[in-house]
């Protein structure tokens, strides 16, 4: 079992960056692929980025590719997810999750904290 919660969403204006936190309980957390969702009003949940377990390779969706950056911390039980040049197309409720597979599909999560709000306006 893993518990994840975020940190750190909020409201910024278009251009402006934010640093997201996901904590970790368990001492398994660096057996699980970590990564970051996001959920707009209206759509489905959407990758944003993925990090391996050791190798700590990274994946990113095209919308973010050279705007966010993702990194963990096997030693904090900490993922983060720094977002710059941030658009007001990037504001969804931000997710990260927890799988034993590198995957963009939610479906292959098995853990799942309960989101921060990112807003970002024009």
């Known amino acids: 079992q893993v518990q994840l919660v975020e940190s750190g969403g909020g409201l910024v204006q278009a251009g402006g960056s934010l640093r997201l936190s996901c904590a970790a309980s368990?001492?398994?957390?660096?057996?699980?692929?970590m990564g970051w969702f996001r959920q707009a009003p209206g759509k489905e949940r959407e990758f944003v980025a993925r990090?391996?377990?050791?190798?700590?390779?990274?994946y990113y969706a095209d919308s973010v590719k050279g705007r966010f950056t993702i990194s963990r911390d096997n030693a904090k039980n900490t993922v983060y997810l720094q977002m710059n040049s941030l658009q007001p197309e990037d504001t969804a409720l931000y997710y990260c999750a927890a799988s034993t597979y590198s995957a963009a599909d939610p479906l292959l999560y098995n853990y799942w904290g309960q989101g921060t709000q990112v807003t970002v306006s024009s």
């Open positions: 368990g001492r398994t957390f660096g057996t699980y692929v």
């Open positions: 990090i391996t377990r050791s190798t700590l390779n990274t």
